[in-house]
């Protein structure tokens, strides 16, 4: 999965699951602080994307992420590592 895909899948999700306006998702937005997402939020995040990736999707990976782009990075290179 590329980078561009897993951006649009998150964006799907944010939208669907968390009602937030696609307008506002962009890969530089803070998931803290531009789209009020907390903690929990982010476990239900995780637990989201969970199918994707199965087993390899550790919660202990995305603790640095900031923003959309840092949990596609982190996805990113699950998926390079999952196909290596």
């Known amino acids: 999965m590329t980078k561009e895909e ?36 982010a476990v239900d995040l995780i637990v989201q994307l969970k199918p994707l990736f199965g087993r390899g999707l550790q919660p202990d990976a995305f603790k640095s992420v900031r923003t959309i782009q840092d949990v596609v990075d982190v996805l990113h290179g699950l998926t390079v590592v999952q196909n290596a």
């Open 6 to 41: 897993l951006f649009g899948r998150i964006a799907t999700i944010l939208h669907e699951n968390f009602e937030i306006d696609r307008a506002k998702i962009a890969p530089e937005s803070r998931l803290y602080d531009d789209l009020d997402i907390d903690s929990i939020d």
